[in-house]
């Protein structure tokens, strides 16, 4: 049923993909914000579009001419997808930080700096910030550059013992005014 569903879903049948949400509708649980905490004000999205400099476009460049052709050459055999997801990943990855790139070193990032940037404005104005990555070992490089800067934070992910601690200190008056998460643990 997989099969058939990626098969459908790529290929651009619509109807595949909403037969698949009907058929998993029953085991997954979907909670809107507004229906199980109402008091809490809307969210506030904010697009920042940030450049690569130069080290770190090249870094994007290099990891998208090594996988480009491969993936290229699986999928015209009917390959798996999964490569060309890993690419897309790695491409992700290249764009947050050069250290996510494996053999790559680098203290910071063009997003990581603008995101201090933000955070560093959000908490001077009074405000608290939750930060989610789908990589633990982004958090890992953006602890740093959060301590070079002075901003306090607390972190969530799967290692945490501590969940509910670490939830009331962020929401005390007093409690750090970040909050990193991984995006698994701050889920659930």
């Known amino acids: 049923a997989q099969r058939y569903y990626a098969h459908w879903t790529l290929e651009g049948n619509a109807g595949a993909a909403s037969e698949l949400r ?3 509708r029953p085991f997954v649980l979907r909670r809107l914000k507004r229906d199980v905490a109402p008091e809490l004000p809307p969210r506030i999205e904010s697009v ?3 450049s690569l400099d130069e080290r770190e476009r090249s ?3 290099a990891v998208m001419a090594a996988t480009r052709a491969e993936v290229v050459a699986l999928l015209n055999e009917g390959g798996s997808v999964l490569k060309a997801l890993e690419a897309l990943l790695r491409l992700r990855q290249a764009a947050c930080h050069p250290a996510l790139v494996p053999g790559q070193r680098a203290t910071s990032s063009s997003k990581v700096d603008t995101l201090v940037e933000a955070l560093d404005t959000a908490v001077s104005e009074g405000h608290k910030a939750l930060v989610f990555s789908q990589w633990t070992s982004l958090l890992d490089l953006i602890e740093p550059a ?3 800067a002075g901003i306090g934070f607390d972190r ?4 945490t013992s501590n969940r509910g601690e670490v939830t009331s200190r962020f929401q005390a008056d007093d409690g750090p005014p970040v909050l990193l998460m991984s995006l698994k643990a701050g889920g659930t």
Request: no cysteine.
């Open 59 to 61: 870094i994007y460049d």
């Open 156 to 159: 969530l992910d799967g290692t």
């Open 146 to 148: 959060l301590k070079r």
């Open 48 to 50: 920042m579009h940030v």
């Open 22 to 24: 009907r058929r998993i």
